[in-house]
């Protein structure tokens, strides 16, 4: 998510587009100048528009059996698209001077910022007036930050190993044997969602561009059916805590031996519903498309939205737990983060999302390079 604050690659269009050859010509000019990717804009901005809706349904799922078996498969795939996509901008992340300073401006800040903010407002909201402020655990929505920061930082690692995933993997399925990991910094859940991440890492563009075929379109529909159909069948008899990754085996009530097994299942099932969703995301620029750069600023403003809404009682009428009110919920949680992705939203809340604080940091060479360089070309293009 913050990966907006990196230049986007070019993926070549799959969707009846060119060939390989002339996808890879075609994706070479944007590639040199600069320009965001629509697709990874459009996935980023759609996969925001599921954790919204996915937010939303929270307070229903007691009443409805059809929106608990939604929101199982909505969370079974929205966060590992997101976690996937930050791992594949991350790969060129080499712990330089200009990346620490992106990682600390783009993630740190951001994380204190908000997880004071929560903690102050859910004071308010949950009727708690002494929950402490604690930056080493992180309330709602921040955990994300606090694990993209540790993903990101052990990036060089994970590029000079021999087998990446398999090693991700087999310390994912050795957090859920231990419930002494801990709350700090959500450590459970970063160790359990860091396949994803590793994934990504190791993606190229032509593995997106596999996903985005058309019988690859065409065969999402019957999985998409079939994933609705087995959580369905799968809410009254287990729960929906797995996909959350935040919780040992033991934790859950649950034999130790199924948190490696259930790790190696969800993450399977995952992998399968992220290509479906991936298939449909369009490669062409949308009305939403310059959303995606902001998604950011929706997944952690839109907390608030949420987190207020159970509290002034948008969900005590009765008609909001029909079918036709959980579809005006969904409706009303897209229109929300949609606004709070837009730029003037952007705008207003960049000083704390991307804050510059050139003081803090010390100029290295490079910058002062940069700076001649910047002088020069002004200087060409005035004469």
């Known amino acids: 998510m913050s990966e907006e604050t990196l230049r986007m690659r070019a993926v070549a269009p799959a969707d009846g587009g060119p060939g390989r050859k002339e996808a890879s010509e075609a994706a070479a000019p944007a590639q040199r100048s600069g320009h965001r990717d629509a697709f990874f804009d459009n996935a980023k901005y759609l996969a925001i528009v599921l954790v919204a809706m996915g937010h939303s349904w929270e307070p229903l799922r007691d009443g409805s059996r059809a929106a608990s078996a939604l929101y199982m498969v909505v969370y079974a795939f929205h966060m590992p698209a997101f ?14 001077p200009g990346r620490i300073r992106r990682l600390i401006t783009g993630l740190a800040v951001p994380y204190v910022v908000f997880e004071t903010a929560y903690t102050l407002f859910t004071r308010w909201t949950d009727q708690e007036p002494d929950r402490p402020i604690s930056l080493l655990d992180p309330l709602y929505l921040t955990w994300f930050l606090a694990a993209l920061f540790i993903w990101r930082l052990t990036t060089p690692v994970w ?11 087999v310390i994912a399925m050795l957090a859920t044997l231990s419930p002494n990991v801990g709350n700090d ?73 199924s948190g490696p097994v259930m790790t190696l299942v969800i993450f399977g099932c995952s992998l399968v519903l992220v290509a479906c969703f991936l298939s449909w995301v369009p490669g062409r620029r949308a009305w939403f498309t310059v959303l995606g750069a902001g998604t950011l600023y929706g997944y952690l403003l839109h907390g608030f939205v ?17 079918p036709l009110g959980e579809l005006v919920v969904a409706a009303v949680a897209a229109v929300v ?23 803090v940091f010390r100029r290295d060479a490079r910058d002062q390079a940069r700076e001649r360089n910047a002088v020069r070309e002004r200087t060409a293009v005035r004469e």
């Open 83 to 96: 976690i996937i996509i930050s791992g594949y901008f991350s790969r060129s992340f080499d712990a330089g």
């Open 159 to 169: 590029r000079h190993v021999r087998w990446p995933l398999p090693i991700a993997l």
């Open 185 to 257: 910094l959500d450590l459970q859940r970063t160790l359990q969602f860091l396949p994803y991440f590793v994934l990504g890492l190791c993606l190229k563009p032509e593995h997106f561009r596999l996903v985005r075929r058309r019988k690859v379109r065409i065969l999402a529909v019957p999985v998409f059916a079939a994933a609705l159909a087995v959580a369905y069948w799968a809410v009254p008899r287990m729960t929906g805590a797995w996909f959350y990754h935040r919780d040992s085996a033991d934790e859950l009530a649950a034999p130790s031996w």
């Open 306 to 322: 949420a987190q207020g809404s159970k509290f002034w009682g948008w969900y005590e009428p009765e008609w909001v737990h029909r």
């Open 337 to 359: 983060v949609t606004a709070l992705c837009t730029p003037p939203v952007r705008r207003l809340f960049r000083g704390v999302m991307e804050p510059e604080m050139a003081w």
